[in-house]
């Protein structure tokens, strides 16, 4: 598991078009000396977007004739030919989804804390401290509190720095406050509270959740998803979204009514249960931004 390899930064307004560029035209980008130069970012920024890029799963390093380099993935494809701005929402849930879901071992404490944190309100002492004893109770090595309380700072700053309405110039905000799936309630105390919210479908967008239950289809190969694993099950909607089972309700009614891949529900042993239709997750998310 990985920790504090952001560098402290949370993702910046343009950093996410910046980093796809510059791997689209030099796959050898985060490997020169002078790279922060040519992007007009800090050296410890480059190494923070670079650390983000390979969380969100849209770049990865490859090894080509000998000479190892960062190539977009498919989804960093399709995303940096459709959204490179983060201009819809729909774009920064899916890449929550891949910080939160975490394959590439990278982004541990988005996975702990929307998949295994059970709590919805905490204040943020007691936050690190529940992030601490996870931590000490799944790593065999010992890691530092200082690197865990920066990725909790972390987390909070990604989904909580909005931007400053009284400032058009301002930059540092980050894009993923627009999902509103948290809040940092502040205290002149140092015991600022922090909730989970549930957002409204709209907010994430229909294309997310699908996208979301087509990976979870593809990852373990089945063809029934019941509501119940949908709402409480790690890495699906429940989890990832913070969403109520009227939410979840409330969005697979819309999916069933989808034009090209409507699912289906299916009632077994008293319980109610989704069938979802065969399609990859990337080619559902290619067909649907064909649409525009």
Known sequence: MAYARH??????????????????????????????????????MVESLKYWLIAFNVIEERTREGIRGHYL???????????KLLQRNETLAILHYHLTRNINDQSTVFEWYFNKYKETSVSKPDLLKSFVTWVSQNEAKEISEKSLKRDIDCLIQFYTKAP????????IFCPFSRLYLMECIHSGEGF??????????????????????????????????????????????????????????????ILTNHESYPIQFVRTNNLDYIKLAKVSPIDYLKSELLKG
């Open 7 to 44: 560098q402290s930064f949370y993702l910046r307004d343009k950093w996410f078009s910046k980093g796809l560029r510059a791997v689209d035209q030099d796959s050898r980008f985060f490997f020169n000396e002078f790279s922060f130069e040519t992007i007009g970012l800090g050296k410890n």
């Open 73 to 83: 993935t498919e989804l960093g494809k399709t995303l940096y030919d459709d959204d």
């Open 164 to 171: 400053n309405e009284n400032d058009p110039e301002d930059v």
């Open 192 to 253: 600022d509270t922090i909730k989970k919210i549930t957002p409204e479908i709209d907010s994430v967008g229909i294309i997310p959740l699908y996208y979301v239950l087509l990976s979870h289809q593809a990852a373990n190969e089945v063809d029934l998803i019941s509501v119940d694993e949908i709402l409480n099950r790690e890495y699906l909607l429940g989890k990832t979204f913070n969403l109520s089972r009227n939410k979840i309700i409330e969005a697979l009614n």
